[in-house]
């Protein structure tokens, strides 16, 4: 395969964490960005790595990079108003790519099985994402909070990161982006081209709220002694 870059997006607000920065946010010692670019860092099929940051922790994030000796972390940028904003900045500072990995930040338990499969599973597709089955049933509502709807659980998935895509087309994609979307994958669905979906972990949580620190750290910690 040919040169893999990763954005790591990081540039949230962290609105729901009740004052606590959660990117920044102890876990076992070191910051929780520290656990989601430590997996980059050592992954051996990737080659560059873009931390995208708000404006006051730039120079945090620097010295993180310098601090965990990350050798692939080529740059800490500025962030957007929004997290495509962000992305959209990441994409710029890659510098010749062909395969780009996208992640959230505020992951910090994903493995080096995710990355590794969703390249694969990219290689054959152009573009993969991590997801995981629902078990909850999804109820749609309307805005007076009347259930509209109640689709089949069967065949809803819940989408995480790293999503992956060879360059061309993602760079295609946020060159013609309308609208606000949650994923990337999504302005990759709005140019026609399918989305690989592969197995995603129950344990590559996002921070949230102040709780999923805690299962966070339990689920690090058990990765650490298993």
């Known amino acids: 395969m040919k040169k893999v870059g990763a954005i790591v997006v990081a540039a949230g607000t962290s609105r729901r964490m009740g004052g606590v ?13 520290a656990h989601t670019v430590d997996v980059f860092q050592r992954c051996p099929t990737i080659d560059q790595v ?12 620097w010295q993180l990079a310098k601090e965990y000796r990350w050798s692939k972390v080529t740059e800490v940028c500025l962030g957007g108003a929004r997290r495509q904003d962000s992305v959209r900045e990441g994409l710029k500072r890659l510098s010749g790519c062909e395969w780009v990995v996208i992640h959230d930040g505020a992951r910090p338990c994903l ?6 499969g969703g390249l694969e599973e990219a290689r054959q597709s152009g573009a993969a994402i991590p997801a995981i089955p629902v078990t909850d049933t999804i109820k749609v509502v309307s805005p007076d909070s009347f259930v509209d709807e109640t689709p089949l659980r069967q065949s809803l ?17 946020y060159r013609n982006a309308q609208g606000d979307v949650t994923d990337d994958a999504t302005l990759v669905e709005n140019l026609g081209y399918r ?21 966070a750290e339990a689920i690090l910690r058990d990765r650490e002694q298993g």
Not at 50 to 61: A, N, R
Not at 111 to 116: A, D, F, N
Not at 157 to 173: E, L
Request: glycine letters at 4%; zero cysteines.
């Open 111 to 116: 493995s080096l099985s995710l990355i590794e």
């Open 195 to 215: 989305v690989k979906v592969y197995p995603g972990s129950y344990n590559n949580i996002k921070v949230t709220i102040p709780e999923d620190l805690s299962l």
């Open 50 to 61: 873009v931390v995208v940051l708000s404006e006051d922790k730039l120079d945090e994030g």
């Open 21 to 33: 920065d959660k990117i920044f946010a102890p876990i076992l010692g070191k910051p929780l960005l």
């Open 157 to 173: 998935w819940a989408v995480q990161t790293p999503q992956v895509f060879r360059f061309d087309i993602i760079s295609n994609a």
